[in-house]
């Protein structure tokens, strides 16, 4: 599920949280740094089961709409239902996720508010209105907009989400690909299938290791490099998170033989676009190409295999 971009993105994110840090221990450091990758997965978990809390919502209210005196006609003859689709039931009888929503403690039972909240919202959409009307309605389609709609382009989910955890704000739009990915899959294939956290976990966690502990490691000759490239600025002006992303990139050209030069180059120039300043990708694009030039010449730099030199 998760990619080196984002694995990328975690590093820096606990660097700059162990640089800022008053008292700063490596283990602590490193040991959150993985618990924060592990809390983009229970994100994927979380909101999978909203689905499902939204799905029950909806069974609510059709066995309510059920016992009025006057119910409302055109509800009484929906054709189909938030709950009856087969995405979320599937899901809702998959062992597998059974187990690993237990495992997390994760659960909705504290948030029958804003679960009401979104439910109704939901409900008053045009997409609802004809998704329970319409003689043909294709429930992938539909979900999908609902996740859009109601899970990335409101602020119900997003505020809640940042009361969890400052960085799954951050997250939710990756995650919500990542679902609609799965969507995808269910209904092309008929096939429910977990994303699995690390595409190969033994290789990414020692990527997000080695990268973040030999950030740290060399900190001192990073620094001094970048300030010899920046000679016309004062370091302590330059954006923090700049210099992390210059760090991290002197780390993973260094330390990492088998990572092309100029993927390592791209990746964190369009990093900096999205989690610097807004002058950081052009400071970041000429400073990095210069330490790249000067850590080759020096012979820091030792790529080896078709791709990988240049």
Known sequence: MLSRRQLRIKVLQSLYAYFQAEKNEFGVAERELFRSIEKVYELYLYLLNLLEE????DRQDADELRQKFYPDEKELKA???????????????????RRMLKRTGLSWQKERDLLRKMFLEIKRSDEYKDFFSEEVINEKDFLIDLIKKHFLETDTLSNHLEEENIFWPEDLDFICHIIIRMIRSY???GDMKLMPLYKDEEDDKSFVKTLFSKTILHNPEYENAISE???????????????????????????FPGIPVKVTINEYIDISKEYSTPKSKQFVNGVIDKL?????????????GRGLIG
């Open 54 to 57: 939204l799905a029950d919502a």
């Open 79 to 97: 054709k189909r239902r938030l709950h009856s689709i087969g995405f979320i039931t599937k899901l809702s009888g998959n062992d597998e996720y």
């Open 187 to 189: 209904y092309d294939s």
């Open 229 to 255: 490239r920046t000679k016309n600025w004062e370091v302590e002006r330059i954006a923090l998170m700049d210099i992390l992303i210059l760090k991290m990139a002197l780390a993973e050209l260094v330390h």
């Open 292 to 304: 790249a030039i000067d850590y080759k010449e020096q012979g820091k730099i030792q790529k080896s």
